[in-house]
């Protein structure tokens, strides 16, 4: 009888895995975070960078979740808002970030004074008339949340748990792969 030597066995389970990490049926994510503390976080200063290129930064979140199945996420608003700031501050948490990161590409867009950056919005059928407005999106574009885009402007009032659990049932509307 022939035995296959454990270290054999190593090259061809590592091809495996490097393959496999590539496929976008890995990027289900981590479980929707839970038991979150009821107090709000430390609000982000300035979560959203003035002047950045955001057609260019979506361009590149759509191209990045074609490769990796994750939805998108696109939170529209501005450094001077407190809702703004702290939901951006919600999706900071340690105990947030890692899910976050595992099933969304996420562009933050500053929109300033509902001057800058409203055209991207309409490209999805979504006008900006308070923020933080968040926009869910599947990878093809298709927009998870046209009923809640605006339901987190008052991120101020609402618990993170409330913040994560309402992200999460947008995620979950996205067509499962077979």
Same mark, same amino acid.
């Given at each position: 009888?022939?035995?296959?030597?454990?270290?054999? /066995? !190593?090259? #061809?389970? %590592?091809?495996?895995?490097?393959?496999? &990490?590539?496929?976008? $049926?890995?990027?289900? @994510?981590?479980?929707?975070?839970?038991?979150?503390?009821?107090?709000?976080?430390?609000?982000?200063?300035?979560?959203? /960078? !003035?002047? #950045?290129? %955001?057609?260019?930064?979506?361009?590149? &979140?759509?191209?990045? $979740?074609?490769?990796? @199945?994750?939805?998108?996420?696109?939170?529209?608003?501005?450094?001077?808002?407190?809702?703004?700031?702290?939901?951006?501050?919600?999706?900071?948490?340690?105990?947030?970030?890692?899910?976050?990161?595992?099933?969304?590409?996420?562009?933050?867009?500053?929109?300033?004074?509902?001057?800058?950056?409203?055209?991207?919005?309409?490209?999805?059928?979504?006008?900006?008339?308070?923020?933080?407005?968040?926009?869910?999106?599947?990878?093809?574009?298709?927009?998870?949340?046209?009923?809640?885009?605006?339901?987190?402007?008052?991120?101020?009032?609402?618990?993170?748990?409330?913040?994560?659990?309402?992200?999460?049932?947008?995620?979950?509307?996205?067509?499962?792969?077979?």
């Amino acid at each position: 009888m022939r035995s296959t030597s454990a270290l054999s /066995v !190593i090259p #061809a389970l %590592a091809g495996f895995l490097l393959c496999g &990490a590539a496929l976008p $049926a890995l990027a289900v @994510g981590l479980p929707t975070p839970t038991g979150l503390p009821a107090q709000q976080p430390v609000p982000d200063a300035h979560p959203y /960078v !003035i002047g #950045a290129d %955001a057609k260019a930064q979506v361009a590149a &979140a759509f191209a990045a $979740a074609k490769r990796s @199945g994750k939805a998108v996420l696109i939170d529209f608003g501005a450094n001077w808002c407190p809702d703004c700031r702290m939901l951006n501050g919600v999706l900071q948490m340690p105990q947030v970030k890692p899910w976050k990161d595992s099933r969304f590409e996420t562009v933050m867009v500053n929109v300033d004074h509902f001057n800058v950056n409203m055209d991207i919005a309409a490209q999805y059928g979504v006008h900006v008339k308070q923020i933080p407005t968040v926009l869910v999106l599947t990878p093809d574009g298709k927009l998870l949340n046209p009923d809640g885009t605006l339901t987190l402007g008052n991120a101020r009032t609402m618990s993170p748990q409330a913040d994560i659990d309402l992200i999460a049932s947008w995620d979950a509307r996205a067509p499962q792969a077979q």
